[in-house]
């Protein structure tokens, strides 16, 4: 855009007269189902805290007994002088718990799939992406300079004929594992095998489902089965419900090895603090042993999809944390989710670009730390309103 002023405020009007424009929520208290915010009591649906960590006691403690011990602060990245005995054992930690020989830390999920892609790929080599993946994956496949070729979403007889076509010697294979928008997971088993088949990159983002899914709470791979040979590159974010902050990368020792050396977002910019770190290994410590953490936040999921069922709101397929309701229009998309605040229910509008045009929806995400009765007045209020 032109540095003219005039040009940017005809932006912006244009983004209010298409009720596109976007605002921050201000809170005024923890991360929790019942909040403060804009000066006004909300029970929320909106918070990626699936499992209710980012306020719990015990997470709390450890990042304040770290904070005591080594400061706010990291002070440099972790090549220099900032990576501090929490964050080593932070990685230790969940290579174990994901069951992958290494794992590195990023500050945040958007740098760690910029920072890999970007080591992986270069021009005149080839990515082959989900339509609806996540805006950090798509970004980070154009700055790698690589071509990408998105396939229509989670079908996998679209993606076999591009690959089929494909003459390129290092390819790579870029999926969500939760879809952040729609709810629904990725067929990560077919995608190891036509990545295997391929002798591709199969890279797994599983932001939404680390900490929800599996046995044990180790996302997506972990309920699928699949190891560090099917699926070589796993992402996943520690601020969603592990309640934290910052991201990971797990694979090989190689890999790991590679990215320290080569992944940019790793190395030009400064470590979470050891206090994040400290409170992360507690999260995941709670995680593992809480298994009635998940299995709460599944009667939720369960309790909301049978209330809308027999009041006739359709629910996109979903059966993670992430439920939406697709509304079509942007306008009564907007004046939905402001006519429920109006009455103390907090449930953002998601608009276009941030998912296709016509598909405005209200995505609905729910936490452990809901109750049934938080579920029973959700869906009260939109039996009123929609």
Request: net charge neutral; charged share 20%; proline share 3%.
């Given at each position: 855009?032109?540095?003219?002023?005039?040009?940017?405020k005809?932006?912006?009007?244009?983004?209010?007269?298409s009720?596109?424009?976007?605002?921050?929520?201000?809170?005024?208290?923890?991360?929790?189902?019942?909040?403060?915010?804009?000066?006004?009591?909300?029970?929320?649906?909106?918070?990626?805290?699936?499992?209710?960590?980012?306020?719990?006691?015990?997470?709390?403690?450890?990042?304040?007994?770290?904070?005591?011990?080594?400061?706010?602060?990291?002070?440099a990245?972790?090549?220099?002088?900032?990576?501090?005995?929490?964050h080593?054992?932070?990685?230790?930690?969940?290579?174990?718990?994901?069951g992958?020989d290494?794992?590195?830390?990023?500050?945040?999920?958007?740098?760690?799939?910029?920072?890999?892609?970007?080591?992986?790929?270069?021009?005149g080599?080839?990515?082959?992406?989900?339509?609806?993946?996540?805006?950090?994956?798509?970004?980070?496949?154009?700055l790698?300079?690589?071509?990408?070729?998105?396939?229509?979403?989670n079908?996998?007889?679209?993606?076999?004929?591009?690959?089929?076509?494909?003459?390129?010697?290092?390819t790579?294979?870029?999926?969500?594992?939760?879809?952040?928008?729609?709810?629904?997971?990725?067929?990560?088993?077919?995608?190891?095998?036509?990545?295997?088949?391929?002798?591709?990159?199969?890279?797994?983002?599983?932001?939404?489902?680390?900490?929800?899914?599996g046995?044990?709470?180790?996302?997506?791979?972990?309920?699928?089965?699949?190891s560090?040979?099917?699926?070589?590159?796993?992402?996943?974010?520690?601020?969603?419900?592990?309640?934290?902050?910052g991201a990971?990368?797990?694979?090989?020792?190689?890999?790991?090895?590679?990215?320290i050396?080569?992944?940019?977002?790793?190395t030009?910019?400064?470590?979470?603090?050891?206090?994040?770190?400290?409170?992360?290994?507690?999260?995941l410590?709670?995680?593992?042993?809480?298994?009635?953490?998940?299995e709460?936040?599944?009667?939720h999921?369960?309790?909301?999809?049978?209330?809308?069922?027999?009041?006739?709101?359709e629910?996109?397929?979903?059966?993670?944390?992430?439920?939406?309701?697709?509304?079509?229009?942007?306008?009564?998309a907007?004046?939905?989710?402001?006519?429920?605040?109006?009455?103390?229910?907090?449930?953002?509008?998601?608009r276009?670009?941030?998912?296709?045009?016509?598909?405005a929806?209200?995505?609905?995400t729910?936490?452990?730390?809901h109750?049934?009765?938080?579920?029973?007045?959700?869906?009260?209020?939109?039996?009123?309103?929609?």
């Amino acid at each position: 855009m032109k540095n003219d002023s005039k040009l940017i405020k005809a932006f912006l009007k244009e983004k209010q007269q298409s009720h596109l424009y976007r605002k921050a929520h201000i809170s005024r208290s923890p991360q929790q189902p019942h909040m403060q915010i804009n000066g006004k009591s909300m029970l929320t649906f909106c918070s990626n805290d699936y499992l209710g960590l980012a306020n719990h006691p015990e997470v709390l403690k450890a990042f304040k007994q770290a904070a005591d011990k080594y400061g706010v602060g990291s002070g440099a990245a972790h090549l220099i002088s900032g990576h501090s005995i929490e964050h080593q054992k932070l990685e230790e930690e969940l290579a174990e718990f994901t069951g992958r020989d290494r794992a590195l830390l990023f500050s945040t999920g958007y740098m760690a799939n910029l920072g890999v892609v970007n080591a992986l790929m270069e021009r005149g080599e080839l990515i082959f992406a989900d339509r609806l993946n996540h805006a950090s994956l798509i970004d980070a496949g154009l700055l790698s300079n690589a071509k990408m070729k998105r396939y229509v979403h989670n079908d996998m007889g679209a993606l076999q004929k591009l690959l089929d076509k494909n003459t390129t010697k290092n390819t790579m294979i870029l999926s969500d594992g939760v879809f952040s928008m729609d709810g629904d997971i990725a067929p990560v088993k077919q995608l190891a095998d036509i990545a295997r088949q391929q002798n591709a990159w199969l890279m797994i983002d599983d932001a939404h489902g680390f900490g929800t899914l599996g046995a044990t709470g180790a996302g997506l791979l972990e309920q699928e089965n699949l190891s560090q040979q099917d699926a070589p590159i796993l992402m996943a974010t520690l601020g969603k419900a592990i309640g934290t902050a910052g991201a990971f990368i797990a694979g090989s020792h190689e890999l790991i090895e590679y990215l320290i050396q080569t992944a940019r977002t790793y190395t030009y910019t400064t470590a979470m603090p050891p206090s994040i770190a400290a409170a992360t290994r507690a999260s995941l410590k709670i995680v593992q042993n809480e298994s009635e953490r998940r299995e709460k936040l599944n009667q939720h999921i369960q309790q909301f999809k049978a209330g809308a069922s027999e009041l006739g709101i359709e629910l996109m397929p979903s059966d993670t944390a992430i439920q939406p309701i697709v509304i079509g229009n942007t306008e009564k998309a907007l004046k939905t989710s402001t006519q429920l605040q109006k009455e103390g229910i907090l449930v953002t509008a998601i608009r276009p670009p941030t998912i296709p045009e016509g598909t405005a929806r209200l995505r609905v995400t729910f936490s452990a730390e809901h109750t049934t009765e938080d579920v029973a007045i959700l869906l009260m209020a939109l039996e009123k309103n929609l």
